[in-house]
């Protein structure tokens, strides 16, 4: 039996081009995170809206660090970092150390920024935050130096108990949420919390 296929015009009210140096904002690349790093008695923490996970066991992330940053230095020489995951109430802050070099201002002085050091690497890790994973440098030189992309396995993690227990993330019950950075001073703070069911049976779809 052949089977005719209507050919149907695309609605274009209903979707807008976006220019191409402006489509990364429509990708979620998860929380804004802190990132910080010490070397002897240097230290610094910057702001990154781009990192991710990669693995579970061992667990490693990804973050994206301009090679004009001088975090990026310190990550580079010390060979370690941490990401902190902010909420609202540090939402100021994340601005602030995101829009000034540790080259020129020490950050932590400058701010009153609190902080306690690491169990497993000496980077500082601020007060206040939703969550703290420390890592280890996986050096790739290549992908460090073409496209600014770090790699790192997690060492030691750490969470607020009100926020994240048990293996889940709480924040509807702390009153705290992480916050996705847009642009231009703008974020967006996670929202209320919803379940959808998985369950397939009776469909014979198959997962992948």
């Known amino acids: 039996m052949q089977r005719h296929c209507t050919f ?15 489509a990364y904002r429509l990708m979620n690349h998860g929380p804004t995170v802190l990132v910080s790093s010490r070397h002897g ?33 310190l990550v580079e020489t010390s060979g370690e970092f941490a990401l902190m995951v902010p909420s609202r109430e540090l939402a100021q802050l994340t601005l602030r150390v995101g829009a000034t070099t540790g080259a020129e201002v020490d950050k932590f002085a400058a701010f009153g920024i609190g902080h306690w050091t690491g169990a497993q690497t ?18 790739e030189p290549h992908i460090q130096d073409t496209y600014d992309l770090f790699l790192g396995e997690v060492v030691a993690a750490w969470a ?21 950075y847009i642009a ?25």
């Open 8 to 22: 149907r015009y695309p609605d274009m009210t209903a979707r807008l081009p976006v220019p191409l140096d402006k």
């Open 41 to 73: 008695e240097a230290i610094n923490v910057m702001a990154a809206s781009w990192s991710m996970p990669l693995d579970f066991s061992p667990p490693k992330v990804a973050v994206v660090l301009d090679k004009s940053t001088f975090t990026r230095r």
């Open 122 to 139: 000496g980077a500082p890790l601020l007060d206040g935050c939703l969550a703290w994973l420390e890592c280890r440098l996986l050096p």
């Open 160 to 180: 607020d108990p009100a926020a994240f227990r048990d293996g889940h993330w709480h924040m509807e019950d702390s009153g705290k949420r992480s916050v996705h």
């Open 184 to 208: 231009g001073g703008h974020f967006y703070e996670t929202g209320t919390a919803f379940e959808a069911s998985a369950d397939l049976s009776g469909t014979g779809n198959n997962a992948g």
